[in-house]
Each structure stands twice: as C-alpha cells, then as structure tokens.
C-alpha cells in the first residue's frame, strides 16, 4: 500500500531529478545567462525553486530554513535579505542571484530536498487536513500547500529544462 509519505516523496523526487537535469554539465557562465538580457537565468529560477520549498516546508514542520540554519545563506553571499525567496524580484535583485560554482546550486537543493524528505516521512493520511494558512479563503490545508510546491518547483525545473536547451552550444 502505498503511504502518503511515499506518494509525497516521489513528488519531490521528481523535483530533484528536475534539478540536476537542468543544471548538470553546465558552467557557471551558463546558468547565470538571462536571455535577452532580462528573463530569469537557470540560477535564479534553481535557486528560487529551493527557496520556496525551503521556506514553505520549514514553515509547515515548524523548523527553520536550511538557508539559515546550515549556512547557506553565507555560502551564497548574495546581496538580499535572508529571508529573500524570489517572489517580486526586479530584474536587477534576479541579476544579483548568481554562482560562480554550480555545485552551490544543486547543494543547496539538496540539502532542502533531504530536509523535506525527513519531514514528509513523519505524515500519515490524518496530517493532510491540517489547515496550515488561514490567510486564504477556504485556508490552506497541509495537503494543498505540499502539492502546491511541487507543482511550482516543477513549473520552474521546466522553465530552467527549457532554458538550457536555448543555450548555444559548448
């Protein structure tokens, strides 16, 4: 039988396949690229993705955010406040968001995603209802808010896949 920690696993699993599919072999240069001088590059879009979850699953299991609790806040130095997660960036705040290691990337991801992992392996069927934002109308149940993670990560794993086929070669 399948739990509803083995279904949200594979989700996020599919998010971090996305991930390192997008990212893997590219250079530093590559993933900070934003075409045409104002879409979002590979690295804000990666990096923005993880924020999100970070944010959103920290803020459901009651944890603080890998960003700030295992350093990677200070790893990436970026010009942002901390609790800086991408939604209305300018153009220049997306500009600011760049790695000059692509393994800072995927790290980070992953280290998000582990979290995440440990988190969802303590659900059961009976947590899912748990209203978790009652800033929305109806309010947002645990449920909701988990899938709705993975679909943006996806959303954004796929903007980064299509990116990257954009780059010219080598």
Do not use: C
Request: hydrophobic share 40%; net charge negative.
């Amino acid at each position: 039988m399948v739990t509803t920690a083995d279904l949200l696993t594979d989700g996020f699993g599919r998010v971090q396949e996305a991930v390192h599919e997008a990212v893997a072999g590219l250079t530093a240069e590559q993933l900070n690229h934003r075409p045409q001088g104002r879409l979002n590059s590979i690295t804000w879009l990666v990096w923005h993705l993880a924020r999100v979850q970070d944010d959103h699953v920290a803020g459901v299991a009651g944890t603080e955010q890998v960003w700030t609790a295992a350093g990677w806040v200070e790893r990436f130095g970026l010009p942002l406040p901390p609790e800086s997660h991408g939604y209305g960036h300018t153009s220049d705040e997306v500009d600011s968001v760049r790695v000059g290691d692509p393994g800072l990337l995927t790290g980070y991801y992953d280290a998000v995603h582990d979290e995440t992992l440990r988190y969802v392996a303590t659900l059961g069927d009976q947590d899912l209802d748990r209203v978790v934002d009652t800033r929305w109308d109806p309010p947002v149940t645990l449920a909701v808010r988990l899938v709705s993670v993975i679909a943006d990560d996806l959303e954004h794993a796929g903007q980064a896949a299509i990116l990257r086929g954009l780059l010219p070669p080598g």
